[in-house]
């Protein structure tokens, strides 16, 4: 099982990354931008990726929609798998028991730097070489999310049919369609608003993992991991998330 140990120096290049550029990215049928200087997983990397977004989304031209979120009786368990997921326009996906064919069945199709049959080996993911995670985008959009999509058999498989280690997206998808995670949390998302719903942090039972404020990171080893970025200085709002299950 690949050690999300590493996840905060990626996480750290990543958020300096967006600091540093603006929208931009690429789009279905046109050439990445290569001035996005972000390293591919290495070989090892085989239990899914668990790394936050590159700084190329793409700019939506509506404003983010504003969620309410569903504060529980009792902060939620984060060894329960059934809270890794994401739900797309009504559409829940849950991440352990997800593979890339889902989220083509709702819409999303790939950028340039893959397609469904493209052949991922085995023990290994599917990567582009400019951003870490495979783009997709909701078709007849500009919007899209990345995606990390493991092969865990011994035996290759084409993309469509590999597993879903990671999801993450930021708000720069707009309106263009509605995409949130367990009890409505996503980009928008003040640190009160998670720590109503995933509890304050503790070193007993997750890690967290901050960078001058900018970063939460719930973490449940063999499970998964919620974590929120890119801290906006005057509303307090995170405006990158990510959800990942342990493959």
């Not at 050690?3 to 550029?21: D, M, N, P, R, Y």
């Amino acid at each position: 099982m690949k050690k999300v140990i590493t996840l905060g120096l990626v996480l750290l290049l990543l958020v300096s990354l967006l600091s540093a550029c603006g929208g931009g990215g690429s789009t279905p049928g046109s050439t990445p931008d290569n001035s996005v200087n972000n390293s591919a997983p290495s070989a090892s990397d085989s239990g899914g990726n668990d790394s936050s977004p590159p700084a190329s989304t793409p700019a939506a031209t509506n404003p983010p929609i504003k969620r309410t979120v569903e504060v529980p009786d009792e902060p939620l368990d984060l060894t329960d798998d059934s809270i890794y997921f994401v739900i797309i326009d009504g559409v829940k996906i849950i991440l352990p028991e997800a593979t890339v064919q889902d989220f083509l069945n709702i819409g999303f199709v790939f950028g340039d730097d893959f397609d469904e049959n493209s052949e991922v080996a085995a023990n290994s993911a599917a990567y582009s070489g400019f951003n870490l995670g495979a783009e997709m985008f909701k078709e007849g959009t500009q919007a899209l999310i990345y995606v990390y999509a493991v092969n865990t058999t011994d035996h290759s498989l084409p993309l469509k049919d590999c597993e879903i280690g990671t999801v993450y997206f930021d708000e720069r998808i707009g309106s263009a369609f509605d995409i949130s995670t367990v009890c409505n949390l996503s980009y928008g998302c003040t640190e009160e608003e998670i720590m109503s719903v995933l509890g304050d942090l503790s070193d007993d039972i997750f890690t967290q993992t901050a960078y001058g404020n900018n970063q939460l990171r719930y973490f449940a080893e063999g499970h998964g991991e919620f974590w929120f970025t890119t801290k906006d200085k005057d509303s307090g709002a995170f405006r990158q998330i990510g959800v990942h299950s342990a493959k």
